[in-house]
């Protein structure tokens, strides 16, 4: 998550976005657009979502959805209702799930995890500033005309 974002409540858009981009289940198709993730998770959940639904939950235009599209979000992407939540419990179970998603992708495994929790503070330290730069440096690139 966006280092912009630390020490304040993540917003549910960016908190679902994420989800969308990050944890699409293995084996399904990617989806194009709004209208193929409220299709994908209606039919993985039976919940009926509409794309109106996801369009306005995934630019905030919505931020207080019915506990059954949070249930059915939550089911879709495994990952348990207090990932939504807007308090720091919340932030904190996104932060897990997004670790958790890391292991076992672009060389993160759980060896590489085990040498970090080795490290000393020093150790950990340097190699998270290091994170946060080369993550300013990527959307700098991302970014027109950076």
Do not use: C, H
């Not at 399904?28 to 409220?38: F, G, K, L, Y």
């Not at 506990?67 to 932030?91: M, N, Q, W």
């Not at 085990?114 to 946060?132: K, T």
């Amino acid at each position: 998550m966006a280092d912009e974002q630390v020490g304040a409540t993540r917003s549910l858009a960016s908190k679902i976005e994420w989800l969308i981009q990050n944890r699409w289940p293995a084996g399904s198709r990617p989806p194009r657009n709004n209208v193929d993730v409220a299709a994908a998770i209606s039919e993985a959940t039976g919940e009926e979502l509409s794309s109106t639904t996801i369009w306005k939950l995934r630019t905030g235009r919505s931020d207080n959805p019915q506990l059954k599209t949070l249930k059915a979000l939550s089911t879709f992407f495994g990952v348990p209702i207090g990932y939504f939540g807007d308090d720091e419990e919340g932030d904190e179970t996104a932060d897990q799930i997004a670790a958790s998603s890391l292991v076992g992708k672009s060389g993160l495994n759980r060896e590489a995890l085990r040498a970090l929790v080795e490290m000393s503070d020093g150790g950990r330290q340097l190699v998270a500033d290091f994170i946060i730069s080369a993550a300013r440096l990527e959307r700098g690139r991302s970014k027109p005309g950076g």
